[in-house]
């Protein structure tokens, strides 16, 4: 993360004794990046983080392997016909990924078990409902247009709050998912010209304490799942510190960048991650050159695939391709996509009859690699969309 923050009790020097009320030692967990030298966080537990009593292998389950896109078209999915049930972790239906990142829906209407992603980041984009993050850092709690970006190796579960499902785009990455390094000065700080800030970001702000003893956690490695039991509850810190936690983010936060013309997808950018971005369209002023043409030209995007989730409002320029909200498109590198046929022209009349905002709200991720499909992504699949451009 871009900045400090101290959460509960910390001693005043790092590495130091910091005692319990009974007299022992707190014990000390150092959560750190790229071989302790980039971010960092210091945890201080009451109980030991490496006493552990079991661990079992769990078979991944079924629909979690990807299949090439073949033959090469563009789709268009429709995560509004997948069935609702399960949690936010084990819930999770593949629909698309490649080595560096993958994609999954949930609608999640139970609580998950504790889990620990030790293979990557992730980003949560929170689509409808509402939850509860818990974690060893503290809670957040995160509702319709919130990402929570979870730092490698954090021990977390999701409650699903108000008894409705939680439905979400979960983003898993193969490394490290941060805010665009354009960004940030070159001590971390947000610069000005940037869309959003440390104002906007929500990070625990108190512990969260849990008296229990042996408790199981589900691990992901990249050797893949281990079920491990430790002695106690890994929610037991009394405090931490540094640049290192979850965190979460509104997309309502998010300040369009706007020109007179139309402005390509890097002015959207909220984050990035190993060979993939992650974009959010908002609401914004429309192009007001005179003679502008306020929706997205054809375009070719030679070195990446786009993977578009719509969450919200009216998508003007794909009028009568089908997409609606929760849809998600899927543009591979090797195919050129653009408005559906009479977009440009029923916008520029839409600008004339004085309309002069959008009220698009989508989630894109870009990927440099292309991207395979999952078996939940083909379950709920247009077949007639490839050849809406030709109608």
């Known amino acids: 993360m871009p900045y400090y923050r101290t959460v509960g009790e910390v001693p005043r020097k790092r590495h130091v004794q910091f005692r319990r009320p009974d007299g022992g030692l707190y014990a000390e967990e150092l959560m750190g990046e790229e071989g302790f030298s980039s971010d960092s966080s210091l945890l201080y537990h009451r109980h030991l983080p490496t006493a552990i009593v079991k661990a079992e292998a769990v078979t991944e389950g079924p629909g979690a392997a990807l299949s090439p896109n073949m033959p090469l078209s563009p789709r268009h999915f429709r995560t509004q016909d997948l069935p609702?049930?399960?949690d936010l972790v084990t819930g999770r239906r593949a629909l698309a990924g490649n080595g560096d990142v993958r994609m999954s829906y949930a609608a999640a209407d139970r609580p998950s078990e504790l889990y620990r992603n030790s293979k990557g980041d992730e980003c949560v984009y929170v689509a409808a409902g509402r939850v509860r993050f818990e974690s060893t850092y503290g809670v957040i709690e995160a509702g319709e247009g919130d990402y929570v970006v979870i730092p490698t190796g954090t021990i977390?579960?999701?409650?699903?709050?108000?008894?409705?499902?939680?439905?979400?785009?979960?983003?898993?990455?193969?490394?490290?998912?941060?805010?665009?390094?354009?960004?940030?000065?070159?001590y971390g700080q947000f610069l000005e010209h940037a869309p959003?800030?440390?104002?906007d970001l929500r990070a625990p702000s108190e512990p969260l304490q849990v008296e229990d003893s042996e408790t199981p956690v589900l691990v992901r490695t990249r050797g893949g799942l281990t079920r491990l039991t430790y002695a106690h509850h890994p929610f037991d810190v009394v405090g931490w510190d540094g640049y290192l936690y979850p965190y979460a983010f509104n997309i309502a936060d998010f300040e369009p960048i706007v020109k007179r013309t139309h402005a390509p997808p890097?002015?959207?950018?909220t984050f990035e991650g190993p060979g993939f971005v992650v974009c959010s369209f908002c609401?914004?002023?429309?192009?007001?050159?005179?003679?502008?043409?306020?929706?997205?030209?054809?375009?070719?995007?030679?070195?990446?695939?786009?993977?578009?989730?719509?969450?919200?409002?009216?998508?003007?320029?794909?009028?009568?391709?089908?997409?609606?909200?929760?849809?998600?498109?899927?543009?591979?590198?090797?195919?050129?996509?653009?408005?559906?046929?009479?977009?440009?022209?029923?916008?520029?009349?839409?600008?004339?009859?004085?309309?002069?905002?959008?009220?698009?709200?989508?989630?894109?991720?870009?990927?440099?690699?292309?991207?395979?499909?999952?078996?939940?992504?083909?379950?709920?699949?247009?077949?007639?969309?490839?050849?809406?451009w030709a109608r």
């Open 84 to 86: 609702v049930g399960g």
């Open 156 to 186: 977390h579960r999701w409650v699903p709050l108000d008894g409705t499902a939680v439905k979400a785009l979960a983003i898993e990455a193969a490394g490290h998912i941060r805010p665009p390094k354009r960004y940030l000065s070159q």
């Open 196 to 199: 959003y800030c440390e104002r």
């Open 283 to 388: 609401p914004r002023p429309l192009d007001f050159h005179p003679e502008a043409v306020p929706i997205p030209y054809n375009h070719h995007n030679v070195d990446s695939d786009e993977f578009m989730f719509y969450v919200g409002g009216d998508y003007t320029a794909r009028k009568g391709s089908g997409i609606d909200v929760g849809s998600i498109s899927l543009h591979p590198a090797g195919f050129t996509h653009g408005p559906q046929p009479g977009a440009v022209e029923a916008s520029v009349e839409a600008v004339a009859r004085g309309i002069k905002e959008t009220s698009e709200l989508a989630v894109m991720v870009d990927t440099f690699r292309p991207l395979d499909l999952g078996d939940a992504a083909l379950s709920c699949e247009d077949p007639g969309y490839a050849w809406t």
């Open 266 to 269: 890097p002015v959207h950018q």
